[in-house]
């Protein structure tokens, strides 16, 4: 099993590195047959380990080689197998695969996508493959840690190969902006991830999760001074700062701002990187860490909030979008918050299934829109868009299939998943509770809404792109409708592995089995009649209504009566104007943040280092020296030789001097 | 092993080489620093071969008697601290003669010649065990340095020649008194024989201000940094490359092999000084960084940023100590200034040489001169961005294992040391990251970036190289750190105790 494990992360980087160094020598067909190659063979190995876990009952914990060893602490990297870390290894090579299939027809005309007298496009088709594969592995790398060291390295790789893609078309200045956003955005959340792996290995002494674990409830009751001699609990300490990274990473308020940026990068990405795997880290690091979490209820609350938040306030954005992609965009910040609201909840199993068909359903909208972009020619806007329906029937049917189970309806995967998030949250006692009940009840309307709207307007009524667009329009290629439909399968069927996954035990041993997910899952279990008791008893819930009432009046107004839009346009203006404007966010990050970091550079260059240092200690001493030195300015020569010389002599004599004394002492 | 007087070699090979590369002249000067070079580096490797890394010993240790009467000796040794080091050192000049290669019309002979017996004399300053052979070498490599920057330089040379200069000297010229001063109290210049002597502590405080003094300003720690900017951005691109992979180093060196174990009590008792001048480094020069116009400043800038890791993983044991009562975490710490002076090296070798290739072409450094040269030099954009990435520490770069030491260390201290250390993950992500976006990234900027060229098969090789090391340490610095462990351990157990008399 040891070398399947080793193959799984190390296929797609040998492809990676393949197609990153040699393009131009195994061309095209070259690069995109050896890095499919390489994420299938991880994809199968990827499903093989699932039985050999899941199945067989199997788990697997060991050191790989010892990347640096410093009395009383090793660093390690290893694996550490167990059916979270299968199933997400599934995840991610499945949904990576499909879009490595996928990009074969996107990219194919990116020479297009460059200026004419640029050679940064040069084998681009051969790097963009390359950093995708590069992508899966370092995600890989992520997932399949066993300590903290390598869960960083996995984390800030993966922000690289992000920043890397956001930029893909670098000579376009919003995506080198985006990019760099992104990055530093992140970096952000990583200051605080880092401090708290600072505080597990300072006070737990290891950077191995299972030692970490074990430890765990002894130091539950531990207090560490950071401000005075204020005592904080090192728990919640400890998992606030590793919440921060996941922050970070997960595109959480208010460290979200980098995620709908990112659409700048090519359309694949969106999918694989921004919707389905990279941004779901945060998600995945804090159910891994669910043994301290449960030690902290001031995290978990902190951490509550702050994906209600999430899961409220960016889906509102979501409605006021026109950018096909930017929707789908918000869309992911407000589902991460879901899945966020659930870790905060103590159900850590309901995140990571509302993950998996997250994974599999959002990747489909974003891989569906980036078909529409094909088929519209680059055109993004949805007004200029109509009627898609009739011309790409494959896109349009899978599309409205990840759309209904976006908004969770019955029988389709985010369903089940979302349900259970908000039965969790429902339950839940952690404060703060209240409030996230009513932000992703209320959230599951939005949803609703912003993505019929998105669906309406692009799908059905008038058709208001231009003659020369409309003569165009067709079908994409079967490696672009092939993924859509192998990712609409799962779309539609994962929820029904809620019967193995939430209701059986299947996280357990992986995530902490105590708190809200324990008495969740019995719950379940005694209210748990099958799969379908479960949709006829959500058909009388609250959130079905919610979200055929978000579904119904998105039809109404988009394509009945366009007018009460308008008008609710030109009634709430402020309000259309705050969500346009992101909450100003950004404008308030810009101004203060960016162009405070730069005036205070300045000062302190200006200020600092060249008027108090140089001017005054450095320079103004040799005007010292030079004033003083006017009266005996005659034996001054300028002479840099002069000068040194004299040094010499002058340090000469001093030693003769010493020597002097100390013989005659 | 030992009488193959191998460290000797390591010292006079190049120097003596450098000599006769002058006498050679201008037309065989290059492939003749090349082999000389090559022989260095090649002789230095049985010193990583052949060292034992089970013991704080000294190794390939040569001792002959030098000036009787002061009882002076030509000692040299080396251990875990030194011996990278001066693998670095060798490795390094192989780089910087290459790079002047084609680069240097201008009195190629005098320069090659100058780097090689830079390398010799930086060389003894890590092998010397004496503390008077020490300073000799320890002065003596100004030199070199001040005649490359004083004739290769740029044009405001002069300025920066003698800001240089006088900065430097004027530390060590206090360093000198207290070795003098040492002498005088324990009647030996043997450096192990200084590490035992006991000192009070009015005298330990004085005799540190003055290591700090010679070493802080060769570090550069900050306030006493502005020398280096100015020397950066008059340097030819070799000069830049040197001063910043291994002349910054000694000054990190000396701390280790002078400070620590002759004053440990002066060290433990002002290491809040240590501590504030670090992270005044890593906070304040970062945002400095952040507003540089010229690239080489914005390099300057940061490897001061850098190095302050350096001087604080050194000096954290004390405040670990404080803090706990233990001095467990301060190999941890220790081992990360160590690894990030050996990281820094490559780095900051790799950032100068990408500038000079830039230079070289469009002969400016100011940034906004630049924009969009990706889109004529797709290969050299590729390493630029590497570099840019394993500047701002990403994992997998040997950037990331220096500072992700001490940061991690640094929780023992104080939650605010690591608090304040860790922004170097936000501001030097910035600083590197918006260099990247001004000058590789984006559509062409002018007709002369119209023009460039990408990198040819010279600097391609040593592009690469060091690609390849800055990866190597990253993902593998095991090798590393097994080498120097038990020379740190016995260092902190060493300056863990009193010297105080009783």
């Not at chain 1, 103590?346 to 529409?372: D, I, N, P, Q």
């Not at chain 2, 070289?360 to 961005?385: K, L, Q």
């Not at chain 2, 260390?409 to 001004?438: D, E």
């Amino acid at each position: 099993m040891e070398l399947i494990y080793l193959l799984i992360p190390l296929s797609p980087l040998i492809g990676a590195i393949i197609a990153g160094l040699f393009g131009s020598k195994i061309g095209r067909k070259g690069a995109h047959t050896v890095t499919i190659l390489g994420v299938a063979i991880s994809c199968i190995l990827s499903f093989v380990v699932l039985k050999h876990i899941v199945f067989d009952g199997n788990t697997y914990n060991e050191n790989l080689y010892t990347w640096s060893a410093v009395k009383g602490i090793s660093f390690h990297v290893g694996f550490m197998i167990d059916n979270l870390t299968a199933m997400m290894m599934v995840v991610v090579t499945f949904v990576s695969l499909m879009v490595h299939v996928y990009t074969m027809g996107y990219m194919s005309d990116d020479e297009h996508n460059w200026p004419k007298d640029s050679q940064a496009g040069f084998n681009s088709y051969q790097r963009f493959f390359s950093y995708i594969s590069l992508f899966t592995f370092s995600m890989l790398m992520l997932v399949m840690s066993n300590n903290f060291m390598q869960l960083f390295f996995g984390w800030e790789a993966v922000g690289l190969v992000s920043y890397l893609l956001i930029g893909f078309w670098s000579t376009r200045d919003t995506a080198i902006y985006a990019n760099m956003k992104a990055f530093l955005v992140n970096r952000v959340g990583d200051f605080g991830f880092l401090l708290g792996i600072a505080a597990v290995l300072m006070y737990f002494g290891s950077m191995d999760y299972q030692e970490v674990f074990d430890k765990a409830p002894a130091l539950a009751d531990s207090k560490i001074n950071i401000i005075g001699s204020t005592e904080w609990s090192l728990m919640t300490v400890t998992c606030i700062l590793l919440f921060v990274g996941a922050m970070g990473k997960s595109a959480q308020v208010p460290l979200h701002v980098w995620l709908p940026d990112s659409m700048e990068g090519p359309t694949p990405i969106s999918a694989l990187i921004h919707a389905a795997t990279m941004v779901t880290a945060g998600i995945f690091m804090v159910a891994r860490m669910s043994p301290l979490y449960e030690l902290s209820t001031t995290a978990l609350s902190f951490v509550l909030v702050i994906g209600a938040i999430t899961a409220f306030f960016m889906g509102l954005i979501g409605i006021v979008q026109n950018d096909i992609k930017k929707v789908v965009a918000y869309s992911t910040l407000s589902q991460l918050g879901y899945m966020t609201v659930a870790l905060g909840a103590g159900a850590y199993g309901a995140a990571v299934f509302h993950l998996m068909t997250h994974a599999f359903f959002k990747a489909l909208l974003f891989l569906a829109a980036g078909s529409v972009i094909i088929a519209m020619h680059h055109e993004q806007d949805i007004r200029k868009m109509g009627g898609l329906k009739k011309y790409m029937p494959i896109t349009y049917w899978t599309s409205l299939i990840g759309s209904l189970a976006l908004i969770g309806f019955p029988g389709f995967a985010g369903f089940f998943s979302k349900d259970l998030i908000i039965e969790a949250v429902h339950m839940s006692d952690v404060p703060g509770a209240t409030f996230a009940y009513w932000m992703v009840l209320l959230g599951v309307f939005v949803t609703a809404f912003y993505s019929f709207r998105m669906f309406f307007l692009v799908f059905h009524g008038e058709e208001r792109m231009d003659e020369h667009t409309k003569s165009h329009l067709h079908e994409s290629p079967w490696v672009v409708t092939v993924p859509l439909v192998a990712l609409a399968i799962p779309a539609v069927f994962a929820g029904y592995l809620l019967d193995p996954m939430v209701v059986g035990d299947f996280f357990k041993g992986a995530i902490a089995g105590v708190g809200v997910e324990g008495s969740l899952v019995s719950e379940m279990k005694a209210t748990y009649h099958g799969v379908f008791g479960f949709i006829t008893h959500g058909l009388m819930m609250p959130p079905f209504w919610l979200a055929m009432g978000g579904l119904v009046s998105a039809w109404f107004i988009y394509m009945r009566r366009p007018e009460i839009a308008t008008w609710f346009y030109k009634r709430f203006r402020w309000l259309h104007t705050l969500l346009d404007n992101k909450y100003f966010v950004d404008d308030f990050n810009q101004k203060f943040f960016a162009s405070g970091a730069v005036s205070l550079g300045k000062v302190l260059w200006k200020a600092g280092d060249r008027i108090l240092i140089d001017g005054l200690l450095v320079n103004g001493s040799a005007w010292l020296v030079n004033k003083v030195s006017g009266t005996v300015r005659r034996i001054q020569t300028g002479y840099m030789y002069h000068y040194a010389f004299s040094m010499i002599v002058g340090v000469l004599a001093f030693i003769s001097w010493i020597i002097y004394r100390t013989s005659a002492s | 092993m030992d009488n193959w007087a191998l460290l000797s070699l390591l010292i006079w090979l190049p120097i003596v080489g450098g000599i006769a590369v002058l006498m050679a002249g201008d037309h065989w000067c290059r492939p003749m620093a090349l082999v000389v070079s090559i022989v260095t580096f090649v002789v230095s490797l049985p010193l990583w071969i052949g060292f034992d890394a089970a013991t704080a010993a000294m190794q390939f240790e040569e001792k002959r008697l030098w000036i009787q009467t002061f009882g002076i000796h030509y000692h040299l040794g080396i251990d875990g601290l030194s011996m990278p080091l001066i693998l670095l050192n060798t490795f390094i000049t192989m780089i910087i003669v290459i790079a002047g290669w084609e680069v240097i019309q201008k009195k190629p002979a005098q320069y090659m010649a100058a780097f090689l017996i830079m390398e010799g004399i930086i060389n003894g300053v890590f092998a010397a065990q004496d503390a008077m052979l020490f300073y000799v070498f320890f002065e003596a490599m100004l030199i070199p340095m001040f005649i490359v920057i004083g004739v290769w330089g740029g044009a405001n040379r002069v300025y920066a020649t003698i800001k240089f200069f006088l900065y430097t000297f004027l530390g060590s010229v206090f360093m000198l008194i207290s070795l003098i001063y040492l002498y005088n109290q324990g009647g030996s210049f043997a450096i192990t024989d200084m590490h035992h002597m006991k000192i009070g502590m009015t005298a330990q405080i004085l005799i540190f201000l003055s290591f700090l003094l010679a070493f802080g300003v060769k570090v550069p720690m900050w306030p006493v940094h502005t020398w280096l900017p100015d020397a950066h951005v008059e340097a030819p691109t070799g000069g830049s490359i040197i001063l910043a992979a291994i002349m910054l180093k000694i000054g990190g060196y000396g701390f280790l092999r002078f400070s620590l174990p002759i004053v440990p009590d002066a060290s433990e008792e002002l290491t809040w000084l240590i501590m504030l001048m670090s992270l005044t480094a890593i906070v304040y020069i970062g945002f400095i960084a952040l507003v540089q116009q010229d690239m080489k400043k914005l390099v300057a800038y940061s490897s001061i940023a850098h190095m302050g890791f350096v001087t604080m993983g050194f000096f954290l044991m004390f405040a670990i100590h404080k803090n706990t009562g233990s001095y467990d975490g301060s190999v941890l710490a220790m081992q990360g200034g160590m690894v990030q002076m050996v990281s820094h090296g490559f780095i900051s070798g790799a950032m100068f040489l990408s500038i000079g290739v830039l230079y070289d072409r469009m002969h400016t450094r100011e940034i906004s001169a630049y924009g969009g040269v990706a889109n004529r030099m797709p290969i050299f954009a590729g390493f630029f961005v590497l570099f840019a990435m394993a500047n701002s520490g990403l994992p997998g770069t040997s950037g990331f294992v220096g500072e992700f030491m001490v940061i991690l260390a640094s929780f023992k201290a104080s939650f605010w040391i690591a608090f304040l250390a860790a922004t170097t993950l936000i501001v030097g992500a910035a600083y590197s990251l918006w260099l990247v976006k001004r000058t590789i990234f984006g559509g062409v900027a002018n007709d002369e970036v119209a023009l460039l060229q990408d990198v040819n098969k010279r600097e391609f090789f040593m592009l690469a190289v060091l690609a390849f090391f800055v990866l190597l340490l990253g993902l593998w610095p095991d090798p590393l750190t097994h080498v120097m462990g038990v020379s740190i351990e016995h260092l902190i157990n060493h300056a863990s105790q009193s010297k105080l008399p009783n």
